[in-house]
């Protein structure tokens, strides 16, 4: 069939939109026709790089058209949510960990399928699509059954996309694997989509400190809008450096931060304001390459976790994390701003320039 969708002809080079044609899903496939789709920070990382003609996207939400024929858990009509896909059989997904799949780059950055073919070409040519599962850039998307999740046909289907990763990774790197007990200081670095949702974890979970740290004054009072108790502008010189501020706001260090920028410098002074025992979660993609630390950083217990798709079975946690949007209780959607999907180069300038929280486009 054919579907309208958002090709990358060049990395770094705007959206082109285009015709594309699409296989009939496989046994273990499902056509979904995509009702809206997030733009997400690694969308915009992978395009600086990803293996051209590529079709990107990882953040759709819509309605199953078809399914294949050993498709069990949807059918046609179902509404979904989408998220990342895994093996299914490694050791890691066959114990709960789909996240850390033994395969997981292989099945949802190089473009193809896992037998090296795709879904997708354009007048003849073969297109580098199943990113993430999905390549939802487009109005209808080709994606194995492991990456697709039933929703409750009354919750909203256009705010559904971005949980399926940016949602499901701030909420779940604080739900999941920080579980931070009542009454803990916590600090986010980044307050964009991600942070966002890792502050509303947090105030979910009780903490008693939760500290939003951005260079932009506009995210970080929103953030105090979704639960931040404190925030700190850390181009702010006249109240001190970053880690000055922290240190006075918690002086015996924190239990727990979250880093979602992927700047070397933030990660280690977001490490240096922990207190003894105190545990920092890796989250952010960004343009550092590696991470150091002065070994004295990591004494007294300390940790330091990568946490990829916030450790989640996304089968069990998007339901979860949509069930409490509908109840008010994750109310993300203040931050999102709606683009049609013709207008996905000036949303991603919008998301570029931070004017936005979250950009979605709708078809």
């Not at 701030?170 to 966002?196: D, H, K, T, Y």
């Not at 940790?303 to 069930?323: D, Y």
Request: glycine share 12%; proline share 6%; net charge negative.
């Amino acid at each position: 069939m054919r579907a309208t969708a958002a090709l990358l002809e060049q990395p770094g080079q705007p959206f082109v939109l285009t015709e594309v044609d699409l296989d009939d899903p496989r046994p273990d496939e499902v056509l979904v026709r995509v009702a809206a789709v997030g733009i997400c920070g690694t969308d915009l990382e992978f395009a600086g790089f990803f293996p051209t003609p590529a079709l990107l996207g990882h953040e759709g939400a819509g309605v199953v058209e078809r399914v294949g024929a050993h498709v069990t858990s949807v059918r046609p009509g179902d509404h979904v949510a989408m998220s990342f896909t895994s093996c299914g059989t490694c050791a890691l997904c066959r114990t709960g960990s789909p996240a850390y799949c033994r395969s997981f780059d292989a099945v949802n950055f190089s473009g193809r399928r896992p037998d090296g073919s795709t879904a997708v070409t354009h007048e003849g040519r073969e297109v580098n699509a199943h990113f993430l599962g999905q390549s939802s850039f487009a109005s209808h998307v080709v994606a194995p059954e492991r990456a697709v999740v039933k929703m409750d046909p009354s919750w909203d289907l256009l705010r559904a996309g971005p949980f399926g990763c940016g949602f499901q990774t701030g909420a779940g790197g604080v739900l999941n694997v920080l579980q931070p007990r009542p009454g803990s200081s916590i600090a986010i670095f980044g307050a964009g989509a991600v942070g966002v949702a890792a502050i509303i974890a947090a105030a979910l979970s009780s903490c008693k400190v939760i500290a939003a740290v951005d260079v932009n004054p506009a995210k970080l009072e929103a953030a105090r809008g979704y639960g931040a108790t404190h925030s700190i502008d850390s181009t702010d010189s006249s109240a001190g450096g970053t880690a000055e501020q922290l240190t006075a706001l918690v002086p015996e260090g924190f239990d727990f931060v979250i880093d979602t920028t992927g700047h070397e410098k933030v990660l280690r002074t977001a490490v240096e304001a922990l207190g003894p025992l105190g545990r920092a979660g890796v989250i952010g993609v960004g343009p550092s390459e590696s991470m150091s630390f002065d070994w004295r950083s990591i004494l007294n217990g300390r940790t330091v976790t990568g946490i990829v798709a916030g450790s989640s079975v996304p089968q069990l946690f998007l339901p979860r994390l949509l069930e409490l949007n509908a109840e008010g209780r994750f109310p993300v959607e203040k931050m999102i701003s709606y683009f049609p999907f013709e207008q996905i180069n000036e949303a991603v300038a919008a998301v570029r320039s931070g004017t936005v929280g979250k950009a979605v486009l709708t078809f």
